[in-house]
Nanobody, 110 residues
Framework: HVQLVESGGGSIQAGGSLRLSCSAS????????MGWFRRAPGKEREGVAS???????AYAENTKGRFTISQDNAKNTLYLQMNSLKSEDTALYYC?????WGQGTQVTDS
């Protein structure tokens, strides 16, 4: 069983930055495929960024160049550095691995 807990959400302004964290516990973290997703008000959940089992990152077209996904295996933590934020980045952000999801952290346009 894997537990995922996101943190780091908050109010954003256009052009600002935030770093989200996802702390994993309960099972082996390294070597897992991990990802960040988001659900904006009135929209379906979408993928934001992911890392595969060897750490290779991938990004959605609308976050490429602005967001960076990274992980610290020693801390069992996944990160999402978000720069050049836009109002349309407002959403509930989730981290996930196969079969497991966190509760989400809210990013809101101020």
């Amino acid at each position: 069983h894997v537990q995922l807990v996101e943190s780091g959400g908050g109010s954003i302004q256009a052009g600002g930055s935030l770093r989200l964290s996802c702390s994993a516990s309960g099972s082996t973290y390294s070597g897992r495929c991990m990802g960040w997703f988001r659900r904006a008000p009135g929209k379906e959940r979408e993928g934001v960024a992911s890392v595969d089992h060897d750490g290779t990152p991938a990004y959605a077209e609308n976050t490429k160049g602005r967001f960076t996904i990274s992980q610290d295996n020693a801390k069992n933590t996944l990160y999402l550095q978000m720069n050049s934020l836009k109002s349309e980045d407002t959403a509930l952000y989730y981290c996930a691995t196969v079969n497991y999801w966190g509760q989400g952290t809210q990013v809101t346009d101020s």
